[in-house]
């Protein structure tokens, strides 16, 4: 499986970006996929994370009420809204699919991994 996650780019502080991340093929339907960013000199961040069939999202603490997670399995993609982007959203930021239906935080619960897409935001 080939996760291509796109939709990066360089915004101003209080804007909006939309990400989305696609799978090569029909396999991430039965499960869940994950958003997870890393800034430089940093470790990979939890950001957000839906089941399958768009059950039960999660999002972590510093993005919460900005970010909406989503899916469209028809399209085989996943997609993340970021609203009121701040500086410290900057990074690059990662979809990858589960090993199983439920969404985790955990990046030891994620198998496939997309390459990431970079995300600035200048204040």
């Known amino acids: 499986v080939q996760l291509q996650a796109s939709g990066g780019g360089v915004v101003q502080a209080g804007g909006s970006l939309r990400l989305s991340c696609s799978a090569s093929?029909?396999?991430?339907?039965?499960?869940?996929v994950g958003w997870f960013r890393q800034a430089p000199g940093k470790e990979r961040d939890f950001v957000a994370a839906?089941?399958?069939?768009?059950?039960?999202?999660i999002y972590a603490d510093s993005i919460k009420g900005r970010f909406i997670i989503s899916r469209d399995n028809g399209r085989d993609t996943v997609y993340l809204q970021m609203n009121d982007l701040k500086p410290e959203d900057t990074a690059i930021y990662y979809c990858?699919?589960?090993?199983?239906?439920?969404?985790?935080?955990?990046?030891?619960?994620?198998?496939?991994w997309g390459q990431g897409t970079l995300v600035t935001v200048s204040s």
């Open positions: 990858a699919v589960a090993l199983g239906p439920i969404a985790a935080q955990s990046t030891n619960a994620y198998r496939y």
């Open positions: 093929r029909r396999t991430s339907t039965n499960n869940a």
């Open positions: 839906i089941g399958w069939r768009g059950m039960s999202p």
